[in-house]
C-alpha cells in the first residue's frame, strides 16, 4: 500500500516507521520543518515535502498526523485527491475530513515519544470510517501494524481519550508531585517505583476499583489528618489531596 505521511511528530514518527517495518511503501513525509522532513522521510526510505502542494495525488493512503490544534488548518490544505484521508486524534471528530470523497479515522491509542522506541503491534488501533469498504480497507491496513484494530465512532474514541487523560497524564502529574513531596523530604524517587510497577501491575488483572489501598481506602483519618498536616504550607499539594481523597471515600462507602 502507497501511503503519505503528513507530519513529523511523536506519532507520525512512530507511525511511518512501523508502516515501513509492516512492508508499506511511503511515499513522501510532510512536515512543515525542512529538517524533520528529512530525518523521518530518510529513516523509512521516503521523500521529504514542506509543501503540501506537491503532495503525491496517487497514494492510497493520506495519514494526517499533527497536534489536534493544527488539524484543522493542515486538513484545509490538503489537495483533494481521490485516496482515503485519515487522522490520528482521539479526540477529533469524523466530520473534519468530510471535504474529501474517502476519508476516516486510524487512532493508535498510546503515548508516544520519539525517543522511545515501542512494539507497535501492542498499541491499541482504533477505526471509524465514511463507508464500509473503507473501514474494511482500514481494518486491513490496522491488523498490519497491531494485534489489536476495534470499530470506534468519535464519541466514543472522547470518552476513550477523556479515560487516557485520567490513567495516563493525570498520574504521570501525581508522580511529580510525588517526586517534589520526596525532594523537599531529602529523599530519592526510585524509592517509588517499585510501589509504581505493582500497583501497575494489579491493574493487569483486576479492576482499579479492587486493587485501591491507602488511608483513604480504610478511612484511616488520623493518618490522612497527619498528611494534611504536612501539606498545609502547599495550596495546591493539599487541594489535589483533598480532592482525591474525597473521591476515594466516596467510592468505600
Keep these: 500500500m502507497r501511503i503519505v505521511l503528513i507530519g ?38 521516503s521523500t521529504g515535502i514542506t509543501d503540501l502542494n506537491k503532495i503525491d495525488t496517487t497514494a492510497d493512503v493520506y495519514i494526517i498526523s499533527v497536534k489536534d490544534d493544527a488539524l484543522a488548518e493542515v486538513v484545509n490544505k490538503v489537495p483533494i485527491v481521490k485516496g482515503l484521508v485519515v487522522h490520528t486524534a482521539g479526540s477529533v471528530g469524523l466530520e473534519l475530513l468530510s471535504r474529501f470523497e474517502n476519508y476516516g479515522v486510524f487512532y493508535p491509542f498510546q503515548t508516544f515519544t520519539k525517543a522511545s522506541k515501542m ?15 473503507n473501514t474494511e480497507i482500514l481494518m486491513n491496513l490496522g491488523h498490519t501494524l497491531s494485534k489489536t484494530v476495534l470499530k470506534a465512532d468519535s464519541q466514543q474514541r472522547l470518552k476513550l481519550h477523556i479515560a487516557a487523560v485520567y490513567s495516563c497524564n493525570f498520574v504521570n502529574l501525581m508522580y511529580n508531585l510525588a517526586d517534589e513531596v520526596l525532594t523537599e ?21 483486576m479492576k482499579p476499583s479492587e486493587t485501591q489501598t491507602g488511608p483513604a481506602s480504610r478511612d484511616d483519618q488520623q493518618t490522612i489528618q497527619k498528611h494534611k498536616d504536612i501539606l498545609a504550607s502547599n495550596d ?17 462507602k
Design 8 to 45: 513529523s511528530g511523536n506519532v507520525a514518527t512512530h507511525m511511518g516507521n512501523a508502516l515501513f517495518e509492516a512492508g508499506h511503501k511511503i511515499s513522501q513525509v510532510y512536515s512543515r520543518s525542512k529538517e524533520n522532513a528529512i530525518n523521518l522521510s530518510a529513516s523509512i526510505e
Design 119 to 133: 512494539n507497535f503491534g501492542n498499541v491499541p488501533v482504533l477505526v471509524e470510517c465514511n463507508t464500509e469498504k
Design 236 to 252: 495546591e499539594l493539599s487541594q489535589i489531596y483533598e480532592l482525591l481523597t474525597a473521591g476515594i471515600l466516596k467510592r468505600i
Design 185 to 205: 523530604g531529602g529523599l530519592p524517587f526510585s524509592l517509588l517505583q517499585p510501589l509504581i510497577s505493582e500497583t501497575a501491575s494489579k491493574v493487569q488483572k
